[in-house]
Each structure stands twice: as C-alpha cells, then as structure tokens.
C-alpha cells in the first residue's frame, strides 16, 4: 500500500469499527490513491450499491481527496519529464507491475492536511451515524393523570408519577413504562404491542389492561380488563403466563416467572376509572385494594375483620365516604391517625 492510501487508510480506521470495516477500508484507500486492481475497484462499487450510507461515506471521503489535488498547472512542471521517463522505464521493465502514481514532497504534505480535515468529516459521520435515537417522552407528576396517544391509535392513561417513552417511528410497537398506566390497544394486522416495565414484557395484539411498575415497589403486575395478554420475565420467556379478562399476574423483582394474582383484577384500573366494585369480597382484600387505589395506609386492629365479606360499587367516592358505608355495613369504627385509617369492631369467623 502506498504512502497515500495508508494514510487514507488510517483516517478511515479511526472511525469506524475496524472489525466489520477492515477489508472496505483498504479497498476506498487504494481505489482513492489509484492502486486498486479492476477487481477490487468492482468489489468497492458492488459495495456501495449495497447501501446509500456505504455510498455517501464514500462520497465524502473522495469529496475530501478531491480538493487537496493542486490546482496549479505547474505544480509539476519541474518533475514532469523526469516522472513520465520513470513511468515508461517502468512499463518496458516490468509489463505486469501496477502502474503507480509518482507523487511529490509537496503532494504528501497535501495528503496529510487532507487527511486531517478527513479525520473531522469521518468522525461527523460516524457520530451523525451512530447517534442515539431520540425518544417521546412522557411524564406525570406527583397526583397528576394524562391521556396520551400513540402513532398507532392507541391510547395511555398515566397515573401520577409514571413515565412512558417510546421511539417515534413506533415500528415495532414498544413502548416503556415506569409507573402505571392503563391501556386501550389497537388491533393492527396481526402486529403486537409490547411494555416493557421492568423485568417484565408484556405482549398483546388489542386489547385493554392495566400495568404498575413503580421502581420503588417489589413487583410489577398486570390487569386485564378485555382481550388476552401474554406476561413474561424479560429475560426468561419459558414460564409466561396468558391473562383473560378478569385476570392478573405479578412478577417479583427477585422472580423469574410471573404468578397469576388470586385477587379479582376489576379493581385494578380503578384510578383511571374512578369506580371500585366489590361483590362478596373479603375485608382484608378490600382495605388492600384501597390501599392501592387511594395511596394510604388501612389498619384492621382486629384481624378478624379481615374475614368479612363486602358487596357495593363506588364511583367517584372519596376513601372517606368508602370507609363510612364499610363500616356502616360491618358495624365498624374508622378512625384516623397519623394519616393511617385504623378499623376497629368485632370482626368475622
């Protein structure tokens, strides 16, 4: 390889990942310094029919070889008849050696500044290439719920302090989730959707469900309110569940596998839906789905209570009101302390 192609060459190899690049490397400096054989020169063209990212690489570097060659019509006068006697000699000595251009000082002088501007297009374009993609990014505050769209139709209803990011393109359908939302999916020609949360994927084709995620909680779960949905662990897709509606599952952040959730999932998107549906429910499941919904703490002093049973539907009540017909109901006292709701009375067998 010759002085100009090697440093070609190493402009080149400065950029790019050397592994993958090394052999088209080789093949735009010698072809650049005009050494390539017709069979390396037809490799590099079939190479850059490949892409428009190979063939605007090249565009860029031959833009730069390009406007170093001198302007000047004498800058070679002084060495031209010595040089064209060397390219005959060269010819009549050895008729199958590769013609090679005879090149100054002052040309290899203009290489190297070349090569130094190169050095900045093909770091630009390496960066321009290889840059991170930039996300749609959502986020709720502290209380705060939003609606949002997605390019396919799709609708997300945050819950406070979610975030939920997704490329904009949105093919394939991914988006991610920190926090809570509730989902309407649509049905698009077989294509899935999938969260990821977590540790957890989930997977559907259309349909509606809730997912919470909270870092700060010890498990990521899923409701279903209509359609199937498919739950698996990021990383070990064997034991995924399916979920009907009525169904959900959760999964630990020490687990590899979801569990399907006893508790009813009717409940679940009830921040969202702002009612709540209990039909002959224990106690104890009650005051946890309250709990959850309404962000606060419930005490039974009396575990006994727990083994109640409670039917009523609410909505847009607030806990207050909940917990007055709860213990109206059950003949219970509620009181407050501390922010913490403590429920007091005989209790249940």
């Known amino acids: 390889m010759g002085v100009a192609a090697y440093f070609l060459h190493l402009i080149i190899e400065s950029a790019f990942d050397v592994t993958k690049q090394e052999k088209y490397n080789d093949l735009i400096a010698k072809f650049l310094a005009g050494e390539s054989t017709p069979e390396e020169s037809s490799e590099l063209m079939t190479w850059m029919e490949a892409s428009e990212s190979n063939r605007a690489y090249f565009d860029t570097m031959e833009a730069v070889w390009s406007a170093a060659e001198p302007t000047s019509e004498t800058f070679f006068e002084n060495d031209w008849e010595s040089s064209w006697t060397q390219v005959e000699n060269a010819i009549q000595?050895?008729?199958?050696?590769?013609?090679?251009?005879?090149?100054?000082?002052?040309?290899?002088?203009?290489?190297?500044?070349?090569?130094?501007?190169?050095?900045?297009?093909?770091?630009?374009?390496?960066?321009?290439?290889?840059?991170?993609?930039?996300?749609?990014?959502?986020?709720?505050?502290?209380?705060?719920?939003?609606?949002?769209?997605?390019?396919?139709?799709?609708?997300?209803?945050l819950n406070s302090n979610s975030e939920l990011r997704y490329d904009p393109g949105f093919n394939p359908r991914i988006v991610y989730l920190e926090g809570e939302g509730f989902f309407e999916v649509t049905h698009q020609n077989g294509a899935t959707f999938q969260i990821r949360s977590g540790d957890a994927v989930t997977t559907v084709l259309g349909t509606s469900f809730n997912v919470r995620a909270y870092p700060e909680e010890?498990?990521?779960?899923?409701?279903?309110?209509?359609?199937?949905?498919?739950?698996?662990?990021?990383?070990?897709?064997?034991?995924?569940?399916?979920?009907?509606?009525?169904?959900?599952?959760?999964?630990?952040?020490?687990?590899?596998?979801?569990?399907?959730?006893?508790?009813?999932?009717?409940?679940?998107?009830?921040?969202?839906?702002?009612?709540?549906?209990?039909?002959?429910?224990?106690?104890?499941?009650?005051?946890?789905?309250?709990?959850?919904?309404?962000?606060?703490?419930?005490?039974?002093?009396?575990?006994?209570?727990?083994?109640?049973?409670?039917?009523?539907?609410?909505?847009?009540?607030?806990?207050?009101?909940?917990?007055?017909?709860?213990?109206f109901t059950l003949r219970l006292e509620v009181k407050e302390e501390n922010q913490t709701y403590i429920l007091q009375g005989a209790g249940c067998e």
């Open 93 to 157: 000595a050895k008729p199958e050696a590769k013609i090679r251009p005879i090149r100054s000082r002052f040309f290899q002088l203009q290489i190297a500044a070349v090569l130094l501007i190169g050095l900045g297009l093909s770091i630009w374009y390496f960066w321009q290439n290889t840059a991170e993609p930039v996300w749609t990014n959502i986020q709720t505050a502290q209380a705060e719920t939003r609606a949002v769209q997605l390019p396919d139709g799709s609708m997300v209803w």
């Open 218 to 327: 010890a498990s990521v779960s899923v409701s279903v309110v209509s359609g199937k949905v498919r739950v698996e662990h990021a990383e070990q897709s064997d034991g995924a569940v399916l979920l009907t509606a009525g169904e959900s599952a959760s999964l630990q952040n020490d687990a590899e596998e979801p569990q399907i959730d006893e508790l009813p999932a009717v409940n679940a998107p009830s921040w969202h839906t702002l009612e709540l549906k209990f039909e002959n429910q224990l106690v104890k499941e009650v005051v946890q789905q309250l709990e959850i919904s309404y962000h606060t703490k419930i005490v039974l002093e009396n575990p006994a209570i727990g083994n109640c049973h409670f039917t009523s539907v609410f909505k847009t009540k607030s806990l207050d009101d909940i917990l007055n017909v709860l213990a």
